[in-house]
């Protein structure tokens, strides 16, 4: 089979906004007329500019190309234009090509994904969401309670754990900026601290604590906050330094019995090695729609193996990138725990003619060839991204010593 058209669409996310402002999906279709479905998770340029990346990386690489020869396409993209390293960019428009290289593989053989990846480990995937509020009380971007009252995330989390979900992630430390790593002050460490009594107290061991951060802190100052928060046995503290230095993260990982998560801003092997070797975090957090494929994170998956480190693939995006999560979990012995954006319900179902099967806090593997999903194009084409931000965006001032812009 080859490649021979490319397809592209940058969807508006309509409230409650779970997942980010818009997804970039690509199609690939092959000279027998099979069709793939990837997705580009890149938030460092506005969408139009990642549509011109994707095209600029199709022509020169994927058009005409054998579908199944994914090993040398990667080696091909990730050296081009003499780079030869990890680029955040270049990876996520990589990322979304490969899966729907998988995607159409899968078809051709008549095979789900994982199957093509070493074969099905895991029957059902326990999944876990992050404490959004009710539909009615606001999107995700609102200033909801459940962002900031401790009292109100605990009862939001006994309506998710009534779902079925048996782990929640939640993170009151406060707003990220780009000037960023600094100090937390007193009233956030309180914050978080009285965050952590709250949920325990109403989940009690029903459920896992995942506490997050976005980078935010030095590692002297995470080290605080985690002191603050260990009594409540959180299953991790995620990402508690800027990801550009594992070495600071590892001093973190030195001085706290909490587990350190990280992984979501890391692209390739290379990245995650020195995350490994330097004792950094035991718990991988990769991107499928932005660390490289599916291949690099099977890899990445066996490499974490030999550290016993585990995996738990991070999503803040669409569900054409949450099914291939659902894929690598399924063929990984070390796989943990799986991000879903709650239930992959509203548009994340909408958008797709055949959605994510969710199960009382667990995702089943689909039995279809290829992801077993497919993207719903006619919902797509009608709901275009017509803003202007990009899909996260930071605080562009300093944070000062009181949460203060």
Not at 349 to 364: D, M, N, P, S, T
Not at 389 to 401: A, E, F, K, Q
Request: charge should be negative; include cysteine; charged fraction near 25%.
């Amino acid at each position: 089979m080859k490649i021979t058209d490319l397809k592209t669409f940058v969807v508006g996310n309509p409230p409650p906004l779970a997942g980010g402002r818009y997804f970039i999906f690509v199609k690939l279709v092959t000279d027998n007329g099979i069709e793939g479905i990837g997705e580009v998770y890149n938030a460092t340029f506005k969408p139009e500019v990642i549509v011109e990346m994707i095209k600029d990386v199709f022509e020169r690489h994927v058009l005409g190309m054998d579908t199944f020869r994914i090993e040398t396409l990667w080696r091909n993209v990730h050296g081009r234009g003499y780079s030869m390293r990890p680029d955040i960019s270049l990876m996520g428009v990589l990322s979304g090509l490969e899966t729907a290289l998988w995607d159409i593989n899968g078809k051709a053989l008549g095979k789900p994904v994982y199957e093509l990846l070493g074969g099905k480990v895991h029957e059902r995937l326990r999944s876990y969401t992050y404490i959004y509020p009710r539909p009615e009380d606001g999107g995700a971007y609102s200033n909801s309670p459940v962002y900031s009252d401790p009292d109100a995330a605990a009862a939001r989390a006994l309506e998710y754990l009534a779902m079925g979900f048996t782990a929640l992630k939640f993170d009151p430390a406060g707003a990220y900026s780009t000037f960023d790593p600094r100090q937390p002050n007193l009233e956030a460490i309180e914050r978080s601290a009285l965050f952590c009594k709250r949920l325990r107290e109403a989940v009690g061991t029903k459920a896992d604590l995942l506490f997050g951060t976005h980078g935010q802190f030095t590692s002297s100052g995470a080290i605080r906050l985690a002191r603050a928060i260990e009594p409540y046995d959180p299953l991790w503290f995620e990402e508690p330094t800027p990801p550009e230095m594992p070495e600071e993260m590892a001093k973190v990982a030195r001085q706290t019995t909490i587990p350190i998560a990280t992984g979501e801003r890391l692209t390739t092997k290379y990245e995650f090695k020195r995350v490994l070797e330097l004792g950094a975090a035991s718990i991988l957090q990769m991107a499928l729609g932005r660390v490289g494929g599916l291949l690099e994170a099977k890899k990445i998956a066996g490499m974490a193996e030999t550290f016993y480190a585990q995996v738990a693939p991070h999503l803040y995006c669409g569900p054409v990138e949450g099914a291939a999560n659902v894929h690598l979990s399924a063929a990984i012995p070390n796989f943990l725990v799986l991000e879903s954006i709650e239930r992959w319900d509203g548009f994340h179902a909408k958008i797709l003619k055949k959605g994510i099967r969710w199960e009382e806090g667990y995702v089943i593997p689909p039995t279809e060839p290829g992801l077993g999903i497919e993207l719903d194009e006619a919902v797509a084409l009608a709901h275009p991204w017509k803003g202007s931000d990009l899909h996260l965006v930071p605080t562009y001032r300093p944070i000062d010593g009181y949460g203060r812009q």
